[in-house]
């Protein structure tokens, strides 16, 4: 049986195949032995692998002497407060995000409500992969709904209420009377994943007429859960027929946004970061962050509103590093993640939903208006075959072929341009390198990913 794919900060498989309930035990026993005294929150997306998988996590914990939190279906920006807010030791959430039904996963959180910062999670892969490792077990009964259990004096409860404190929170990041007069009418499409629970009460507290697509969160996906343009092809003449100011597509743990405009315009999970984060510094100028696979649009934001941009390595953990380290008003990655340290530190579609309702309602524009004043990019990705032991020399060839960029090697290779740039990173988990390249036309990303395949291919 093959391994799941495994990094810091959680692991994600095809159920049955490379992810089974054994995997799922011992990884969350791997987690929790590392974890303070306290209880562990966890979650799930909505797929229909969620029960099974968080029977056998309930099982680890417990056995640990841990307290378990069952906040059933949540989204994963959910699951960060509920950590919060419980002063739980930490906390995980069922889901494989962005993958197709087949796959699920699991994403640890730290006691501070944030996906697991690298190093914490090293310890976590290191012990779940070594032989000596030998977790406690227990075959007792699960509890049912709205019931207590006791296993070797811990408990097993679940939450009443997941939803009214993330709600809350979110409110209070945009001027809720403003949003409220203009009665905004909103498609959400939350592809019957966990995304519906937070969104619609959301929506109707902000005075908004809601449709809403796959609000059922039964992982029963109506489309390829990751919202793209070609997976949302379907959903864009629903918007036009709908006759809505802007309609919001989220991937099944919520932690995604990507926008549709007031035409059906697919504008995108890249965008969806730039909009939040021009709205932000109109307000409240500030430091901001993006990992550096993320469109150059923040990056040309923070310059016109004159504050400083840092860059981190991608992922989520590591925008948040860098977030707390710059004390930066917002930040995300261009998947469609925004962050806002107002609610917490984990990607969060309903803080996106809730910034571009207030900008919308602030400049009084519509959608399509409020993304034509974005800086304009195209981008190319591409998949390159290499073994990782070439990876370094190929790096080096192409640095030399682009001497006149600028080269930066925080994550793989990023090169530099005044008006583009090229990133090349190695997979971690295949023996490829991905390359992303933006410029001004997608033809010039095109051709920029093609020179770039050509001499990693020579030097290889």
Known sequence: MSEPIITVSGLRGVVGESLTAEVAERYAAAFVSTLPPGAVVVTRDGRDSGPMLAEAIERAILSSGHDYLDGGVAATPTTGILIREQQAAGGIQISASHNPAQYNGMKLFSREGRVLPAAAGQVVLDRYRDEAFLPSSTSASQPNANQTTTLQNTTATTFDDTIS?????????????????????????????????VGERLLAELGCEVTLLGGEPDGQFEHSPEPTAENLAGVLPIVREHTVDVAFCQDPDADRLAIVDEHGTYLGEEATLALCVDHVLRHAPGPIVTNCSTSRMSQDLATRYGVPFHRSAVGEANVVDMMLQHDAVIGGEGNGGVIDPRVGCVRDSFVGMALVLDALAARQLPTSDLAAELPRYAICKTKINLSGEKVPVALDALEKHFAEATADRLDGLRLDWPDHWLLVRASNTEPIVRAIAEAATFEEARILCEKATDVLGAAS
């Not at 993330?166 to 592809?191: K, P, Q, S, W, Y």
């Open 165 to 197: 404190r993330h709600v809350e929170l979110v409110l209070h990041t945009v001027d809720f009377d403003r949003i409220r007069g203009r009665r905004f009418r909103v498609l959400l499409d939350a592809n019957r994943g966990a995304g519906s629970l």
